[in-house]
């Protein structure tokens, strides 16, 4: 959809239809700026549309509403731990003390009305400066019908979709533990009224309000360079449908177009190619990264990811890719474990789906390989009777293609891990589940662990493996999107090496810099990150006078 004249100049140009983007079109456009979207997929909302829609906000005034207490110091200090001297002291601070004031703004101007998810901790709860709830908003339902002809614009979640529900209700009604508690008959009229959920939902509003205040889409349009007048970042080189254009801007241009993930030459070179399954829309593929190259940006955080396990089913699809999906209840459930080749556990399958990744990815230097991929997340049929499987209900056997064995040997031979160490592995687990205590890795101790535990057990995440058959999926190298990218100050400016900011020129979210650094300190924090500092970049390119030309 074409909403403007060829080569119209705007005050402010934002690459990029995801939270960061929208955010950042919303602040400007509502400064009283005119503002142009380019995106170059034929959907609006990027990576949040296919995301949980939480945000991650310390101090935000819900919580307090609530009586719950929080402070600037207690996050700072909570997330310069986590980032692990990967992310600079003024980018943690920026954002702890915008953040709550774009929940504010977002609630004024927009049809969000964000709700505290009380069953949500910080995923380091037990750190100094964490939170046992309070910090992780739900950001509810959305009806698309609001968005009129824009409608079948907005990004459709390729699982999400199905089950438009909030996450406030996903916990309510047990979806995780007993899906046949979801009132079935209620989520199928919300699917034919044209509700959504989840990231949709944030993304569907966020939509709503930028169309309703001015704000003009250019989509499907790709940015593919940046146009420059004595230093100045005054514009963009575009295509579409084979066409080339120019598109200026007066004030700015702000860069939110999402990660690297799905282009494996800059994963090798970044990541260092473990990067292999990422659960994102495939359009991400770096194209802001390489646009900022080529102006010789500082760079940080670039050998960083929102790291989360993923399993494939064999012959899904998304936007014409395999579909990958992020696996986050079977691992931290009863009756299952993860192993490696040798059959060995090697990590807390409950952990935080970031930090849990990290572990896959050890390297032993005498054998020069990564003993922990591939992975399985191995499980018995007491599992699969109690609890769901992919897209198999408790009580169904799981669909042909997983592998499975008579005994844990059998098991072990079919997916190519040793037998006898997986046999042993098992039974020292099954040890720890009747005592109720894992004595090698702490599982359902932490707080966090228990999230997606069954809460039905004395300890919600521990069950034996005896039931036969077992069963085994292959868990991949995934993330939700990179998080490394640009330098920016907290304004959102984009900087030089020297530290210097690049006039005109701004980024936000996975194709900047994240101020969480090697860290994930909670559910929400990279929508929020994007949301904050796509504020910061629209409200500071409003602010300033028009660009010299």
Known sequence: METVAEGRETDMLVVGSGAAGLVAALAARTAGRSVTVVEKAGTIGGTTATSAGVVWVPNNRHMRDLGMTDSREDAITYMTRLSDGRSEEAAIAA??????????????????????????????????GGKPCGRSLDSGLFDTNELGPWKDRLRASPIFQFVPMSVTEFFAWRAGVEPLNVPIDTVMKRVGDGFVGYGAALVGQLFRACLACGVEFLI??????????????VGLRTTHDGKQSELRARRGVVLASGGFEWDRALCAQFLGGVLTHPASPPSNQGDGLRMLMTLGVGLANTTEAWWCPTVSIPGEEYDGAPLFRGEFTIRALPHSIIVNRKGARFVNEAHNYNDLMKAFFRFDPATYERPNLPAWLVF????????????????????????????????????????????????????????GVDEDFARGEALYDRVYGDARESNPCLGALRKPPFYALQLHAGALGTKGGARVDTHARVLRPDGAPIPGLYAAGNVAAACAGAGYPGAGATIAAAMTFGYLAGRHAASIGDAPH
Do not use: C, M
Request: aromatic share 12%; proline share 10%; glycine share 8%.
């Open 95 to 128: 954002f702890v003390d915008a953040a709550p004031a774009v929940i504010d703004f977002l609630e004024e101007t927009t049809g969000l009305r964000f709700k505290v998810l009380e069953q949500y901790p910080d995923y380091f709860a037990e750190f100094p």
């Open 220 to 233: 499907p349009r790709q940015a593919q360079g940046f146009l420059v007048e004595n230093g100045r970042v």
């Open 380 to 435: 018995d049929s007491t599992h699969v009777e109690k609890y769901s499987v992919l897209t198999s209900l408790p009580g169904s056997p799981p669909p042909q293609w997983v592998p499975r064995g008579a005994t844990i040997a059998e098991l072990a031979s079919t997916i190519g891990a040793d037998p006898s160490g997986l046999s042993a592995t098992v039974k020292r687990f099954n040890g720890f589940a009747v005592a």
